[in-house]
């Protein structure tokens, strides 16, 4: 027999099934947006900040120096002894942490007899040499020879001269004239040659300035050059590693330019700090 709609009664009953099944049925939740995954380059290149010149006055060096006050140590890593922008960026953020008052120690990897005929001279004794004579005839070797100590000396002197109670010293790593400097202000290390062991430099560059009781805070700095920064500081510049957010993408970045750039690698004992970016590398000249 045919229902009013041409259908049987079990087609008609069936059909009422669908209906209220339909009508009774939860709504279907709302489609999930994909949420579009930030590049590293978007997320990291706000946080970089870029240096026009390597000098003290330069708004970049300026806040790298803000950012370094009340560290306890900042050091070199090894690798640029060489090339002149590694000299020029050493003088200007020294330079500009003894401007701010934060420096209290110059550290060098040179003998403590040369370390001292400097001080001596940044200490502000009477004599008619320029700083360029006195970093020529102490006893230094002559990597560390170099205009940039030079220009550093002739600051710290001048320095000295009108801040006696927050002087400048400066010293060899563990001399004993590194224990007469303020305690509570910055020391700046400007690196050693390069250990024969990666994983040690930095462990050994913390307790430059006392044998067995490392620094703390301690800032490693490390620089680079190439390609591997230039989708984050297009010219030169710098990086706090510290500073950047927990996101997969960011890890995976330091995990592909760390193949280049070992120091960018995360949670390594070498692992840096902060990293600085050079456009170029020019072979220093001699002194």
């Known amino acids: 027999m045919l229902n009013f709609d041409g259908r049987t009664p079990i087609a008609a009953f069936c059909g009422a099934l669908m209906l209220a099944a339909c009508a009774t049925q939860a709504p279907s939740p709302p489609s999930v947006s ?7 380059a978007s997320l990291l290149a706000p946080l970089s900040v870029p240096v026009a010149t390597l000098s003290a006055d330069d708004p970049g060096i300026q806040t790298l120096a803000k950012k370094l006050e009340g560290t306890a140590q900042v050091s070199f890593a090894s690798g640029w002894e060489r090339y002149q922008e ?10 500009a942490l003894i401007g701010s008052g934060a420096a209290g120690l110059l550290l060098l990897n040179v003998p403590c007899e040369g370390a001292g005929i400097l001080d001596q001279y940044a200490s502000g004794a009477a004599t008619s040499d320029l700083a360029a004579d006195v970093v020529r005839a102490a006893p230094l070797p002559d990597s560390q020879k170099t205009e940039a100590l030079a220009d550093v000396l002739t600051v710290a002197r001048g320095w000295n001269a009108v801040n006696l109670d927050r002087p400048l010293k400066i010293s060899g790593v563990h001399c004993d004239a590194a224990a007469s400097a303020e305690s509570n202000r910055t020391v700046i290390f400007w690196g050693m040659e390069q250990l024969a062991s990666q994983e040690s430099e930095k462990a050994v560059a913390a307790e430059a300035r006392t044998p067995g009781v490392p620094a703390r805070p301690h800032v490693w700095l490390a620089q680079a050059s190439g390609s591997a920064l230039s989708d984050i500081i297009p010219a030169s510049g710098w990086l706090d590693l510290r ?3 927990a996101k997969p993408a960011i890890a995976a970045w330091r995990a592909e330019k760390g193949l280049e750039v070992p120091a960018l690698l995360g949670e390594k004992s070498w692992s840096a700090d902060i990293v600085f970016r050079h456009t170029a590398s020019t072979p220093a000249v001699p002194f």
Do not use: G, H, M, W
């Open 34 to 40: 994909v949420e579009t995954v930030d590049s590293a």
């Open 86 to 95: 590694d000299q020029r960026l050493k003088s200007a953020l020294t330079e």
């Open 243 to 245: 500073d950047l957010p």
